[in-house]
């Protein structure tokens, strides 16, 4: 009877252990935009190559979400590598979709995400999708590749899977 209990008491203190990753709330790109706003189509860069005067990045002021401020969100998307350090990626541009900043145009600013990762990324690995987990600001940043709406300090970056 007392290992009965033991084992009750083990399980109900697993149960109460917190999960890795359980204090951040996963968030899609959509959650990124006001309900009602509809961001711009994504065109594919023959598009851009027939239409070169379409290549900046649009609408500069798209609105934000300023309740995701101060946020734990854990988010896909595709790195901009913007820094690196002994072959990590330290700063980098999270979007939505491949080849945004590179092939095609940036997204508006609320469908980009500055990240500082610190600890760095694999340089090797960043060419396919990630998680990042961290803490989000809704802060305005001008670099040379594209205007943000958030900024994000990654606590974790991981494969997505």
Not at 3 to 27: K, N
Not at 47 to 55: H, I, K, L, Q, T
Not at 89 to 104: K, M, R
């Amino acid at each position: 009877m007392k290992s009965f209990f033991a084992i009750l008491l083990a399980l109900s203190v697993l149960v109460a252990m917190p999960v890795q990753g359980q204090e951040f709330v996963e968030t899609e790109w959509k959650d990124l935009v006001p309900e009602g706003y509809k961001p711009p189509p994504v065109r594919s860069q023959a598009f851009y190559d027939m239409n070169p005067e379409a290549m900046g990045q649009p609408e500069l002021n798209a609105p934000v979400v300023a309740a995701l401020d101060g946020k734990k969100v854990r988010i896909p998307g595709f790195v901009v590598q913007l820094q690196a350090e002994d072959s990590k990626v330290t700063e980098f541009l999270l979007v939505p979709y491949e080849g945004a900043c590179i092939h095609v145009p940036p997204p508006p600013p609320n469908q980009v995400v500055l990240v500082r990762y610190p600890e760095g990324y694999p340089i090797r690995q960043a060419f396919n999708p990630v998680w990042v987990e961290g803490t989000i600001k809704v802060e305005r940043a001008e670099g040379d590749l594209a205007v943000v709406a958030y900024q994000l300090d990654a606590e974790n970056v991981a494969p997505y899977q």
